[in-house]
């Protein structure tokens, strides 16, 4: 099956600092990717939906300018934190759909655990 | 904001035993998936079930959707160990974005 290769798996980074995430999708060209954050114990909350070659919606509340989406390709979208705080401490999940595909067929990064100090 | 919400919130059993999760939903749905994390994992996808299905079966994995009362349950059957993680549902919104319910936390006792 597909398969979608998020990396890193786990970062720990000082406050102030910029985090950058990788979602690749390995064996399909993915036009859309979707990134998620989830607390400990809760739920994935959508956080944007990026589009190669385009700019990335955001869902309300989300700050654009501090959470950085790039999808510059159609294997790789970024996800960079700026000037992370410990409230950033999260677990940041991808997905992402092949062209033409529906949500039937999502495929999902094993996600990357931020540590904000 | 989430559509889904998920009950029970937390769930322990035996193994061999069955465990039934329930989730519930606001609007209308092209489909209804489960998925299943383990602690500080990615997720898995268990099973789809289109709005215009009632019932669908795989492996020990049993879900109904019943859109009328817009909810679903995933049913479990004779639950092992490795089965203990998060099962959350989810449900389309605009194309292909997915919201996730809150999750139920099953942890099958050995």
């Known amino acids: 099956g597909a398969v979608v290769s998020q990396h890193p798996s786990w970062v720990i980074c000082k406050s102030g600092t910029s985090v950058k995430i990788e979602c690749r999708s390995l064996d399909f060209q993915a036009t859309t990717m979707f990134w998620y954050r989830q607390f400990p114990k809760q739920s994935l909350m959508l956080m944007a939906t990026?589009?190669?070659?385009?700019?990335?919606?955001?869902e309300q509340g989300v700050e654009k300018d501090k959470f950085l989406i790039n999808h510059a390709s159609l294997t790789l979208s970024t996800l960079t934190v700026t000037s992370a705080h410990p409230e950033d401490s999260s677990f940041y999940i991808c997905?992402?759909?092949?062209?033409?595909?529906?949500?039937?067929?999502?495929?999902f990064g094993s996600g990357t655990q931020l540590s904000v100090l | 904001s989430q559509q889904g919400e998920e009950d029970p919130q937390a769930l322990s059993i035996q193994e061999g035993e069955n465990a039934t999760m329930n989730c519930s939903y606001k609007t209308s749905i092209n489909n209804l998936q489960w998925y299943r994390q383990n602690s500080g994992r990615g997720l898995v996808h268990l099973i789809l079930i289109r709005s215009n299905e009632r019932e669908k079966h795989s492996g020990r994995l049993r879900v109904t959707l019943d859109t009328s009362k817009k909810s679903s349950s995933l049913l479990i059957t004779a639950s092992r160990a490795a089965d203990t993680a998060s099962y959350f549902c989810a449900t389309d919104r605009n194309g292909n974005k997915l919201v996730f319910g809150a999750g139920t936390i099953l942890r099958v006792k050995s």
């Open positions: 997905s992402a759909s092949s062209p033409g595909a529906t949500n039937e067929k999502l495929f």
């Open positions: 990026s589009n190669e070659g385009s700019k990335a919606t955001y």
